[in-house]
């Protein structure tokens, strides 16, 4: 079938031409000039994104690789954290800080809702030694956003840190790690950032650091404080993915080109879209008021089943989208619509959908769907949404 390649995924996302091109030309050494430039520029333009003055490092890994980082550079065996459990994603969090030998207490969320601030506020005034909390920007396993700056009001005012996986939320919805009092934020490549998969990056607020220097480490890879210093120079402690680098020099250009605000209201667009569209075609949306602005999870009606739908739209569209994860992995798709995505895709994806739904039997009445959604998407572009950089 002569379709375009369509990867609507949250992670790993489509890729620019403009990235892949940068990807393509000869290797640089890592540890010259050329290449130290490269880093600087980079770093500069992280700082922004990250909305934060403190040193944003890349780390060759994905994004469970910063995790882990965070995790052992910050919390020593036997201390107590806090981790918001909304989704498979945060289970990640669970299983790092066992490995780690952290005394863990789990804040159960329902899957496709965000967290309630008062709860996590109340379980840090009733134990207040809490070295740190542990949770999702976006839970891209279910599509919900938790409401990380009305935690980080909370977190920054006592001693307890507040570490954030950013990994489908980092360049898709603000996030300014200063300004809301994030003590560590971390992303991954290959979900808004425009890169493939393979590099992580770790940011660490002030105190951070304080806390990381009473920390004994037991790695020997993941070394933050070594990383810093190297950083310092525009280099990394060990090769680094020039090739990556290089790529995300060029995207975090591009966002610089475009405006990072404009980025945002791009994703809220989109969502915007998504949301009203699988609403108009009758499918029940799985995060409803909480909700990221990258991916959109669909709950399918019973009797449909989303692995057979998810290979429908693949073979017959060439449009790839992610069934949902555990227990909803045959009831929930996860269109993605983060990165270098643009209204035609989600168009597309909204059609091979509804296309493919009918043609593996199901109904659906309307035939409107295509306009709702672009009029939605319209709409959420003029807003003059309130969009804190
Ligand atoms: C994708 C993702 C991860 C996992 O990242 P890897 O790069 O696969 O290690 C972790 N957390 C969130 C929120 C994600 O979206």
Redesign the pocket.
């Known amino acids: 079938m002569l379709n375009k390649p369509r990867l609507l995924t949250?992670?790993p996302t489509q890729l620019p031409e403009r990235v892949r091109l940068a990807m393509a030309v000869d290797m640089i050494h890592h540890r010259k000039a050329p290449f130290k430039a490269i880093l600087s520029e980079v770093q500069t333009h992280l700082k922004t994104l990250f909305g934060t003055n403190e040193a944003v490092l890349p780390l060759a890994c994905?994004?469970?690789?910063a995790?882990t980082a965070a995790v052992t550079n910050l919390f020593a065996p036997g201390q107590k954290v806090l981790i918001i459990d909304g989704g498979k994603?945060a289970q990640?969090w669970i299983d790092i800080a066992k490995m780690r030998g952290l005394s863990i207490t789990v804040l159960t969320v329902e899957w496709g809702n965000g967290v309630d601030p008062n709860e996590v506020k109340a379980l840090l005034n009733s134990e207040p030694d809490f070295a740190g909390v542990l949770m999702?920007l976006?839970?891209?396993s279910t599509g919900a956003l938790h409401p990380v700056r009305q935690i980080a009001a909370i977190t920054r005012k006592t001693n307890t840190l507040l570490v954030v996986?950013g990994?489908?939320g980092v360049s898709i919805s603000p996030c300014p790690m200063d300004e809301w009092g994030i003590d560590c934020l971390v992303t991954?490549s290959?979900?808004g950032l425009m890169l493939p998969?393979g590099l992580a990056l770790i940011a660490l607020s002030k105190r951070a650091w304080e806390k990381n220097a009473t920390v004994p480490i037991s790695d020997f890879y993941f070394n933050l404080a070594s990383e810093k210093k190297n950083n310092l120079t525009n280099q990394t402690s060990f090769t680094t993915p020039v090739s990556m680098i290089v790529g995300l020099n060029e995207s975090l250009k591009m966002f610089a080109e475009f405006g990072l605000k404009n980025v945002y209201q791009k994703q809220w667009a989109l969502t915007q879209m998504t949301r009203t569209g699988v609403k108009a075609l009758g499918f029940e949306l799985f995060a409803k008021d909480n909700y990221a602005w990258g991916v959109t999870a669909i709950k399918m009606p019973v009797g449909m089943s989303a692995t057979k739908l998810v290979a429908y739209m693949a073979e017959n569209f060439n449009i790839v989208m992610a069934t949902g994860q555990d227990e909803y992995k045959d009831t929930v798709i996860r269109l993605g619509h983060m990165g270098w995505v643009d209204w035609s895709d989600v168009l597309a994806g909204l059609h091979a959908l509804a296309y493919s739904f009918v043609a593996l039997g199901g109904y659906i009445g309307c035939k409107t769907y295509c306009e709702q959604a672009l009029d939605a998407y319209h709409k959420a572009l003029a807003e003059d949404y309130n969009i804190v950089l």
């Open positions: 949250p992670g994905s994004g469970s690789g995790m994603f990640r999702q976006s839970e891209t996986d990994i489908s991954g290959q979900k998969p």
